[in-house]
């Protein structure tokens, strides 16, 4: 069953457009503000009045709420992330819902902080993206605000996921790079080192995918995976140990473009290029796989539209604590560019 | 699974209790009030700690804060916004304050909406990174709540301001270039059409930088500004006009790093190279510019450092709302890389 969006609700700025006032005005005489003339304030009233305006403040003293959505972002540089939060807040733009973004830093110590913190502040619902809490403790989260985990694979009856097929993102990377005449095709994974976190992490389902799709094409042989970290640094050091070896891979798959973004400075350090000498590809389409010197290979896991379904399900579930749970798994697409080729003959 | 009701929160009568302490001492080491000795404080944070009390609730209670700082970010992807938000929250670690972010749209009734919905949520203080609200409006805003523009060459006793000196940058980028021997140097722009913002927009200030500079190099004669956009697409069609003059520019300065990601592309589709053929240089020293295979010419403005002051001036004027207001200007500097040489002979 595909619920309805809630219907968009009169804002103030709609308000101030009605009573042609600016929308400063409108907010001064909703807080009794000192400098509100009365024929401004009847004016502002009236246009309420007429639009069957409700403001925030009065909706929260009638339902209890606070109208706020939270999102946990663990890196609030990653363009991904942003492509999540992007979608999310268009799937909540023009309902009383406000989104804000609590910024963690990649630990799990801070995401609890910031976790801890919406729920301290009342928000009617979270969003957590990638977190690497355990499934108790987010369990326990979900038991106390309304949740949806994006991009990990975990699914509970408290709370609803959305993730991205990573398996079969891999797999349509290793197939695009085999088609072009690859075999030696190493893969740079963020490697896990909570035990709890290796099953649902997508870092490690994606390594997991890169070994079987190696296999269902006969290469199992040449299975080849750094352990590294999805970071500049992590891809570079990881492509500096793939380009001594002997014989050297002739394509790298990164689990990340930002990892990818590395393996590029040490493919062009070693005085190689790509994709003539070697084919490069990430993982996530963000914006640097699209830039033009750039042009990386990658997969689409579409960040808006799983933004898109988070803000779906928070509402929903936020509406009735208690309907059945919800896991959304999304088909990546491929977005071939200019930094895979076919290998030197 | 049925999620169960929310456990029942720890209280301050729970910590006095527990540390056997009275309640007024336990809410006196809450507010770093006078009077609570070290040891004092000592036994109420290790009770505090054993109960998993989190002070913000009662802190609200107390004293009546959120302990929120909001901050109203005109674009969720924009790389440059988002060191702000990192020195911002690295600034604030450790204090009871939370960052959240709320991802406006680069548009005045959006921004105008978040800010509205954090003032509306009680947020003990906001920061706006280069909102566009005219200088009445943002007057407005501070007279409500505690306020620090970032990014906005504007200031008011009402509110603090945290800003780059944007002549200076662009002025770092025209002599670099003149230093490598360009004369036919042009310049995209961020056209601003709201006459209200003229004065004060980064994007106009860099664009009379550059024709400062250009006289002050006895180069007027080759001013050349493209009015545009600081996108993507904006660079690369002010770039296609330019790569149409004859004589062409030798070199093209781009006021923000996205726009020249879209330079880049123009040339290259141009058949043209960079640096050999053209030179090209940014804005931001974004991690775009830093990327290997772009390797970008542009002006640094710490960012990092910028939402560091914010983060401080913040907390000022929370604790103190009628303290005189500061102007912090800082000093860009230039990273050059190898997007900019010599002109061809």
Redesign the interface.
């Known amino acids: 069953m595909e619920p309805s969006a809630p219907p968009r609700r009169v804002?103030?700025?709609d308000v101030a457009k009605h009573a042609k006032v600016?929308?400063?005005a409108v907010?001064?005489v909703l807080?009794n503000?000192y400098g509100a003339s009365p024929a401004m304030q009847a004016k502002v009233r009236e246009a309420m009045a007429e639009l069957g305006y409700r403001p925030?403040?009065a909706a929260r003293g009638l339902r209890g709420q606070?109208y706020?959505i939270?999102v946990m972002v663990p890196d609030?540089?990653n363009?991904f992330f942003?492509d999540i939060?992007?979608g999310l807040?268009k799937q909540l733009h023009g309902t009383d819902y406000?989104?804000?973004?609590?910024?963690a830093?990649h630990d799990y110590d801070n995401e609890a902080l910031?976790t801890?913190?919406?729920i301290?502040?009342s928000m009617d619902g979270l969003v957590l993206i990638v977190p690497t809490s355990t499934p108790a403790q987010l369990?326990a989260t979900?038991?106390?605000?309304p949740t949806v985990v994006v991009g990990r694979h975990v699914c509970?009856?408290?709370y609803d996921t959305v993730v991205d097929n990573d398996t079969a993102g891999a797999a349509l990377i290793v197939e695009h790079l085999v088609e072009l005449g690859h075999r030696r095709i190493a893969h740079i994974e963020h490697v896990e080192r909570t035990p709890a976190l290796i099953a649902s992490m997508p870092n490690t389902i994606r390594a997991r995918g890169y070994r079987q799709a190696m296999q269902d094409h006969g290469l199992a042989a040449h299975i080849d995976v750094i352990a590294s970290r999805y970071t500049r640094e992590g891809g570079y050091l990881g492509a500096q140990q793939l380009l001594a070896r002997r014989p050297r891979p002739t394509a790298i798959f990164a689990g990340a473009d930002i990892a990818a973004?590395g393996v590029?400075?040490a493919v062009?350090e070693a005085g190689l290029s790509v994709p003539d000498d070697i084919s490069v590809a990430g993982y996530d389409n963000s914006?640097?796989a699209t830039?033009?010197?750039?042009s990386l290979t990658s997969v689409d896991q579409s960040g808006h539209q799983m933004g898109n379904h988070a803000g779906r399900l928070l509402l929903e579930r936020v509406a009735d604590?208690?309907r059945p749970s919800t896991l959304i798994s999304l088909s990546p697409t491929l977005a071939a560019r200019r930094s895979t080729a076919a290998p030197p003959a």
Chains 1, 2 share one sequence.
């Open positions: 804002t103030i700025v600016s929308v400063t907010s001064k807080r503000a925030h403040a606070t706020t939270g609030i540089y363009p942003a939060i992007s807040t406000q989104v804000l973004v609590g910024p830093r910031v801890e913190a919406m301290d502040r369990q979900a038991a106390t605000v509970a009856a408290a973004m590029l400075e062009a914006v640097y830039l033009g010197p750039i604590r208690h």
